[in-house]
Nanobody, 121 residues
Framework: VQLQASGGGLVQPGGSLRHSCAAS????????MGWYRQAPGAQRELVAV???????DYLDSVKGRFTISRDNVRNTVYLQMNSLKPEDTAVYYC????????????????WGQGTLVTVSS
């Protein structure tokens, strides 16, 4: 099983970007899905998470600007980022707890590849 992310790029302050991240492979289940980011010289931090019951949680600094959502049919998680600020510049990673059909009762954490978001004028 794997996660394939898309999105990212260069955007001006105040602009918007949308990330998507699709799970593929021999998937038995996908539970919690989320987005992390890592700015240069900083630790990776959780930006947003959406639990399998649809409840969401956000990093305080992105509340009201970012929205996480998921499509359980397509096993895809999205991150809509609005009103972007230079401090949102980072590599963004998607993450999910998933189970393989070979071991359907054993969940493990899967990471997608990072995508760079640069917010600059």
């Amino acid at each position: 099983v794997q996660l394939q992310a898309s999105g990212g790029g260069l955007v001006q302050p105040g602009g918007s970007l949308r990330h998507s991240c699709a799970a593929s492979g021999s998937i038995a289940s996908v539970s919690d899905m989320g987005w992390y980011r890592q700015a240069p010289g900083a630790q990776r931090e959780l930006v947003a998470v959406i639990f399998d019951d649809g409840i969401t949680d956000y990093l305080d600094s992105v509340k009201g600007r970012f929205t996480i959502s998921r499509d359980n049919v397509r096993n895809t998680v999205y991150l809509q980022m609005n009103s972007l600020k230079p401090e949102d510049t980072a590599v963004y990673y998607c993450n999910a707890d998933m189970a393989d059909i070979k071991y359907p009762h054993e969940e493990f954490e899967v990471w997608g590849q990072g995508t760079l978001v640069t917010v600059s004028s």
